[in-house]
């Protein structure tokens, strides 16, 4: 069946660094792909999303393209900020949402 | 400003008593889903509904029970015989269920629950 892995946390980073979440899915035909971020205590707000293959979402410094050789939709960020610790979501859509386990970032002064 | 609204935001309750988690959308949204959140856990899909009147069981549905009387408002309520309640709800929709692919899901603002 389709599922979406994504990379254990948590991930430390300093402030400036740059940043990989690594999302790789499993899904027959052509599934929309999206990145959500949790702030503590809140829901789940959307980042970015993709919805063919080769399409890049991006939305406040954050990007992620749509591989569909790769099977991936990794997200960057290029230069972190500590209001950027949160827990980051992949998930699929094909006709029946499918999220990862999440991946909580850690970004120090 | 659309969105959706969860309330309460927090929730005590004494073992053995039913509770009920409300959820509003203003989205004009079809599709309506409720999820548990365990700390540092994903998100686990209890109930899901894509049209009024209709709704389908998720992964964890034992202990839950939910209905979708008007398009907007799709409460859970959490019964006696869910044996774990404590937990963060969360409430989502979508323009369409699944009829489609391409649409995301807007979250609400989370119910924390904790059973006493």
């Known amino acids: 069946g389709d599922s979406v892995t994504q990379m254990e946390g948590p991930v430390t980073l300093s402030e400036e660094a740059f940043l990989t979440i690594n999302c790789t899915y499993t899904?027959?035909?052509?599934?929309?792909l999206f990145w959500y971020v949790q702030y503590p205590g809140e829901g789940l707000q959307l980042l970015l999303k993709?919805?063919?293959?080769?399409d890049k979402g991006s939305n406040k410094g954050f990007e992620a393209t749509y591989r569909k050789e790769t099977t991936s939709f990794h997200l960057e960020k290029g230069s972190v900020q500590v209001s950027d610790s949160a827990v980051y979501f992949c998930?699929?859509?094909?006709?029946?949402?499918?999220f990862g386990s999440g991946t909580k970032l850690n970004v120090k002064p | 400003d659309g969105g959706i609204t969860q309330s309460p935001k927090y929730l005590f309750r004494k073992e053995g008593q039913n509770v009920t988690l409300s959820c509003e959308q203003n989205l004009n949204h079809d599709a309506m889903y409720w999820y548990r959140q365990d700390p540092g856990q994903g998100l686990r899909l209890i109930y899901y509904?894509?049209?009024?009147?209709?709704?389908q069981k998720g992964d964890i549905a034992e202990g839950y029970s939910v209905s979708r009387e008007k398009k907007e408002s799709f409460p859970l309520t959490v019964t006696s015989a869910q044996k774990n309640p404590t937990a963060f709800y969360l409430c989502a929709s979508s323009i369409a269920g699944d009829t489609s692919s391409y649409n995301e899901q807007f979250f609400g603002p989370g119910t924390r629950l904790t059973v006493l």
């Open positions: 998930a699929l859509n094909r006709y029946k949402f499918y």
């Open positions: 509904s894509q049209i009024v009147n209709d709704f």
């Open positions: 993709a919805t063919k293959a080769d």
């Open positions: 899904a027959t035909g052509y599934p929309s």
